[in-house]
C-alpha cells in the first residue's frame, strides 16, 4: 500500500485537524515534538504522511499531487484558485472576509467612487469588486496588518478576515460589507479521489461523524 499525504496548513489549524485526525484512529505522536524540525511525519500503521506548509502553499500541493489531501482555510482555497476538490467543511475557524474602514467611507464605497483597497487577498478583492459588484477599484497588495492601510492614509478600505472583529474595533475601524464566510476545509486532488477513493472516502466519511458528533 502506498503512503496516502496529507497536507496541513501550519499554525493553530494544524493543530486542530490533528485532534480530528487522532479522533478517528490516525495519531502521530512525531508531530507533538515542539522541537522538531522535521518537515514529514509518518504513521506507519495506516500509511499516511503529514506535513506541514505555509497555508497559501497547501492548494499547490494538493493541485500537483504532492499532497492527496490537505486542511486549509477557505480564504486561502478562493485566493488561490486551485483545481481540486473541497469535499468537507470542518467548521473550525470560522470567520468572514468582509470589506471594512472607517465609517465615513460607507457613503464613497456605495456610490461607486475610485477607492484603493489594501488586501492580503487581491484575488479575492478582485473577483468581489470587479466580477460581483461589477465595481471599478484600485487594489494595493499587502502581506500583513492589513488595518494599518486605512489608517495611515495607503487606502479608504481593506479586504480582510473578521473573527472577534476586536481588531477593527481597536482601531475604529468597521465592517462595511460582508463577501463571504470562511471556515477550515478538506480538499483532495482530483486524481487521488479516482486512485484511492476507498481511502480517502473513508476518511471523509469518518471525520463528518466525528464533527456531527461535535
Ligand atoms: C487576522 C486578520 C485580522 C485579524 C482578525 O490577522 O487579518 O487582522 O486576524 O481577527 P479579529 O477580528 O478576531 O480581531 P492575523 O492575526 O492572521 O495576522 P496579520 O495581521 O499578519 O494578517
Redesign the pocket.
Same mark, same amino acid.
Given at each position: 500500500m502506498r503512503y496516502l499525504t496529507i497536507a496541513l496548513a501550519k499554525g493553530r489549524l494544524a493543530k486542530e485537524a490533528m485532534k480530528i485526525f487522532e479522533r478517528i484512529g490516525i495519531s502521530c505522536d512525531e508531530m507533538k515534538d515542539k522541537d522538531t524540525r522535521k518537515l514529514i511525519f509518518t504513521n506507519e500503521e495506516h500509511k499516511i504522511r503529514f506535513f506541514l506548509s505555509k497555508p497559501s502553499d497547501v492548494p499547490t500541493f494538493v493541485e500537483y499531487g504532492a499532497a492527496d489531501m490537505g486542511i486549509v482555510g477557505k480564504d486561502t482555497i478562493l485566493e488561490e484558485g486551485r483545481k481540486l476538490f473541497e469535499v468537507l467543511d470542518l467548521k473550525m475557524g470560522q470567520?468572514k472576509m468582509c470589506v471594512c474602514g472607517p465609517s465615513s467611507v460607507g457613503k464613497k464605497l456605495k456610490s461607486h467612487e475610485l477607492i484603493r483597497v489594501a488586501t492580503?487577498y487581491p484575488g479575492i478583492a478582485t473577483d468581489y469588486f470587479f466580477n460581483k459588484k461589477r465595481q471599478t477599484v484600485e487594489i494595493i497588495k499587502l502581506? =500583513?496588518?492589513? %488595518?494599518l492601510a486605512p489608517l495611515v492614509g495607503l487606502s479608504e478600505v481593506i479586504v480582510?478576515?473578521? %473573527? @472577534? =472583529?476586536? @481588531?477593527?474595533? %481597536?482601531n475604529g475601524l468597521e465592517v462595511l460589507e460582508e463577501i463571504v464566510p470562511l471556515s477550515a476545509r478538506m480538499i483532495v486532488n482530483q486524481v487521488s479521489m479516482k486512485m484511492e477513493n476507498d481511502r480517502i472516502s473513508r476518511i471523509i466519511r469518518e471525520v463528518r461523524t466525528i464533527l456531527e458528533e461535535g
Open positions: 470567520c492580503k502581506n =500583513g496588518s492589513v %488595518e480582510d478576515i473578521v %473573527e @472577534t =472583529g476586536a @481588531t477593527l474595533k %481597536e
